[in-house]
């Protein structure tokens, strides 16, 4: 069993927040955050925070909530986020982030696409294995859910990737809006429908009792065929229906009126949970799930980061953070409320969002621009001399939440005594800071954080800073399986000179090796090199680089992302799950030292290293299909003899 005890930074929202069994009480002293009734709905509280069990959540029914004003939060980062240009992740990753996701709270974990390769299937596979069956001391034990398209093959394979969790769900979708049905699957809205309906009997037959049905692009489909869809597929044994906004054509109040009338008038419909699914293409999918909430939708599909599909999904730190500022004043009757008592709430951690939103962006390579909303780094920054004097005046006067309260222990909270960390700081004094950040790392991770710390500590002045602490985590404990470690390097670089780079390895054999390169600049050199003493072909997609901090002595961060060339021995594909074609997947990678060209390195090292863990998976999936066919072909034979 898991524990998940509540340290609250919102003493009177307890209900929806909770924060690590480890965490220090003095990580979250000083102001915290309240709620209160009338004009003042948000107003900051010198209170103490409140030790409490995190909120109860009504117990898991597929197809129902005991609790009408309860709002399920579906993930769907590890599927659709994933799906973002550059964003790759390895099966390790994935369990990383799904284990992450848990400790938030989410209630379904939609872990990927399990047709789209056998690495994807595995991933899915492995989640629901060990994620789906780890359970919390309060019961908790999220959904594992697989998507699939409207066809037996695909279901069939989800299914069987997901079925070995405590609570397995089967989600399947097709197009309904007259576009897709005409231009892309070229069916006849009743071909449609009968496909949708044979999917869901299908998935039911199976022995699925959780089943997710999408109309694919119902922000721009006739009202009149989704009232048709939605209710064959509920007699034939949906249990959500799930209301994509496929392209974020629809605005707020389009949207809630679509949830409305489809509560309205599809026969069935108080036996389903209608969900809300909305990209960000006009910046509204955040309004339109809460609108979608606002009229009856008792689930919410979103991505940690709001990353996805072109312009991303609804980034689930700003619903959730929504509904737990203004959930119990903001949707009742009097505002427009359908539903319940209109005091809507999660059972969300909100105290893992920061480090959940920092994992997923180091994995994936998608970082947060700095103004995104809760998770940037300029969320809880003040700039302005108004401001400025605002904040030291009173803090209610510009947040309206606290850092705390998502976990980004900042400030006056640095472990709590004063503690600077540096080159003389011991491995409790970094492994306290890291709980207070929100980062629980293994002991063989711990170390190898602490280890990089020492390296840095002795060249920076004053200590490293909170920023520079989690760019170390990011660099080591995020990083994946090291194949291949950078042991040393040596540019020499000018105006007049060529760039030349030494370069130093060690290899999966443990043997060092060691090759020169020249190229267009430094970083071009040291890459060459890296790839010639690797023997992999490369395509760089991306390079970027930033400081941590201010400073001459900064450490600096690169991100990169790297694809294998067409005639490499690393060649990843993987089926895109909207449009069937096979993509050629990229792979990320990102590394921090107080020397840039370093920094490059290790990130570049660190992309190279996911493609080469994915392609051995890959392999070893092949190798033992290939010996499953033989020994069932040999079996075969025998049974004929």
Not at 137 to 154: F, H, M, Q, T, W
Not at 200 to 216: H, N, Q, R, T, Y
Not at 595 to 613: G, H, L, P, Q
Request: with cysteine.
């Amino acid at each position: 069993m898991r524990t998940a005890v509540a340290l609250l930074a919102l003493p009177a929202l307890t209900s929806c927040f909770s924060v690590p069994r480890h965490t220090p009480t003095r990580a979250l002293s000083g102001t915290s955050l309240r709620r209160t009734r009338g004009p003042a709905a948000i107003a900051m509280s010198e209170e103490s925070p409140d030790l409490t069990a995190r909120k109860p959540r009504p117990k898991y029914i597929p197809g129902r909530i005991d609790d009408p004003d309860y709002v399920r939060v579906f993930d769907t980062t590890l599927r659709d986020g994933e799906q973002s240009p550059g964003a790759t992740l390895t099966s390790s990753e994935k369990l990383e982030i799904a284990r992450q996701l848990a400790k938030l709270g989410v209630d379904i974990i939609e872990a990927g696409f399990p047709i789209a390769s056998p690495d994807d299937f595995e991933a899915v596979k492995q989640i629901a294995d060990v994620v789906g069956n780890e359970v919390f001391d309060d019961g908790y034990v999220p959904v594992i859910c697989g998507l699939s398209r409207a066809n037996e093959k695909d279901i069939q394979r989800s299914w069987d990737a997901v079925k070995g969790a405590k609570l397995p769900r089967v989600h399947t979708f097709i197009a309904t809006s007259p576009i897709h049905m005409e231009s892309k699957l070229k069916k006849t809205p009743d071909e449609v429908v009968a496909i949708a309906v044979n999917a869901v009997k299908f998935a039911k037959s199976l022995g699925c009792d959780d089943i997710e049905f999408s109309p694919e692009d119902a922000g721009r489909s006739e009202p009149e065929f989704l009232y048709r869809i939605l209710a064959e597929v509920i007699k034939a044994g949906a249990t959500t229906l799930n209301i994509p906004d496929t392209t974020g054509w629809n605005m707020p109040w389009e949207f809630g009126g679509l949830i409305k009338k489809l509560r309205e008038n599809v026969e069935g419909s108080e036996n389903v949970i209608f969900s809300t699914h909305c990209q960000n293409d006009l910046g509204l999918s955040t309004a339109n799930s809460l609108a979608g909430a606002m009229n009856g939708a008792r689930q919410v599909e979103c991505t940690i980061n709001g990353i996805g599909e072109r312009a991303g999904n609804a980034a689930l730190e700003e619903i959730v953070m929504a509904i737990a500022l203004k959930g119990d004043t903001h949707f009742d009757e009097e505002n427009g409320g359908q539903m319940g008592t209109g005091r809507i709430y999660t059972a969300i951690n909100p105290v893992y969002i920061s480090p959940t939103s920092r994992m997923v962006s180091e994995y994936s390579g998608m970082i947060c621009q700095p103004h995104k909303a809760i998770v940037g780094n300029n969320a809880f920054r003040h700039e302005s001399g108004i401001h400025q004097d605002g904040m030291i005046k009173n803090k209610n006067t510009y947040e309206i939440m606290t850092p705390e309260s998502i976990g980004l222990m900042r400030g006056e909270s640095e472990s709590g005594a004063g503690i600077v960390l540096g080159k003389h700081s011991g491995r409790n004094a970094v492994s306290t800071r890291l709980a207070e950040l929100g980062y629980e790392l293994d002991p063989e991770k711990l170390n190898a954080v602490f280890d990089r710390f020492k390296i840095v500590a002795e060249k920076k002045k004053g200590g490293l800073e909170d920023e520079d602490l989690e760019a170390l985590v990011s660099d080591t404990a995020f990083s994946s399986e090291e194949h291949w470690q950078l042991s040393d390097l040596q540019v020499t670089t000018g105006m007049s000179g060529i760039p030349t780079a030494t370069v130093t390895m060690v290899g999966p054999d443990g043997v060092g090796r060691f090759v020169a390169a020249t190229g267009e600049g430094p970083v071009d050199a040291v890459y060459k090199a890296i790839d010639r003493l690797i023997g992999v072909k490369l395509n760089l997609e991306t390079y970027g680089m930033q400081a941590v901090t201010e400073g001459i002595d900064a450490l600096a961060t690169t991100r990169v992302t790297v694809s294998p060339m067409s005639d490499s021995n690393f060649m990843a594909t993987a089926i895109h799950s909207q449009s069937g074609n096979n993509k050629i997947r990229t792979f990320s990678g990102s590394g921090s030292d107080g020397d840039v060209v370093v920094a490059s390195a290790r990130a570049y090292v660190s992309a190279i290293n996911k493609m080469i863990t994915w392609n051995k998976r890959r392999a070893a999936q092949a190798e033992a299909e290939e010996g499953a066919a033989k020994s069932a072909k040999i079996a075969a034979v025998a049974m004929e003899n």
